[in-house]
T-cell receptor, first 116, second 112 residues
Framework: SQQGEEDPQALSIQEGENATMNCSYK?????LQWYRQNSGRGLVHLILIRSNEREKHSGRLRVTLDTSKKSSSLLITASRAADTASYFCATIHPNAGGTSYGKLTFGQGTILTVHP | EAQVTQNPRYLITVTGKKLTVTCSQNMNHEYMSWYRQDPGLGLRQIYYSMNVEVTDKGDVPEGYKVSRKEKRNFPLILESPSPNQTSLYFCASSGAGREPQHFGDGTRLSIL
């Protein structure tokens, strides 16, 4: 079953506005990653936040992680038309023995449309 | 150029005809994985491989096989494809399971 769930499913904003997307998950994680996907293309990694981190920045991106609430948010500031894409969170889980981290669970994604 | 290459990019075939989608990476990555993407369901992991000869099931492994005989290749095999396997498939690789994934451009499969 899907563990990461994004909210909202779709977001439409004007250029220059900020866009916030949320992700919730159900079980303990090693880290949480955000990806971007342009229509029909492969996903591109944006930012990774580890389970012991609370906030991380990369350019116009800001990611927060609240492990007590099992949630993360991705903020894109001063959005541009080129930011139009789908955004996915992915959580990394240990195997049953806790010896490796290979299982990734993606959410259903948030479709962001930025109007010029 | 660092890349993950999938072939074919598009395939239309019929139920029951065995097919293989190849995936190759040139980054010497240990970890490789296959996903399928369906509308409303996001990406779901099919199989992953932590290293050569080490593979494990993801969330939706039924109807698929994989092998990892060499580090750079991780083919996805559909022994007897069915229409419910019509989907967009992505291969990805990374240095280790917990690291960011590098994705291929996808393979769109249609099983009639």
């Amino acid at each position: 079953s899907q563990q990461g769930e994004e909210d909202p499913q779709a977001l439409s904003i004007q250029e220059g506005e900020n866009a916030t997307m949320n992700c919730s998950y159900k079980t303990s994680i090693n880290n949480l990653q955000w990806y971007r996907q342009n229509s029909g293309r492969g996903l591109v990694h944006l930012i990774l936040i580890r389970s012991n981190e609370r906030e991380k920045h990369s350019g116009r991106l800001r990611v927060t992680l609240d492990t007590s609430k099992k949630s993360s948010s991705l903020l894109i500031t001063a959005s541009r038309a080129a930011d139009t894409a789908s955004y996915f969170c992915a959580t990394i889980h240990p195997n049953a023995g806790g010896t490796s981290y290979g299982k990734l669970t993606f959410g259903q994604g948030t479709i962001l449309t930025v109007h010029p | 150029e660092a890349q993950v290459t999938q072939n074919p990019r598009y395939l239309i075939t019929v139920t029951g005809k065995k097919l293989t989608v190849t995936c190759s990476q040139n980054m010497n990555h240990e970890y490789m994985s296959w996903y399928r993407q369906d509308p409303g369901l996001g990406l779901r992991q099919i199989y992953y491989s932590m290293n050569v000869e080490v593979t494990d099931k993801g969330d939706v492994p039924e109807g698929y096989k994989v092998s990892r005989k060499e580090k750079r290749n991780f083919p996805l095999i559909l022994e007897s494809p069915s229409p419910n396997q019509t989907s967009l498939y992505f291969c990805a690789s990374s240095g280790a399971g917990r690291e960011p994934q590098h994705f291929g451009d996808g393979t769109r499969l249609s099983i009639l």
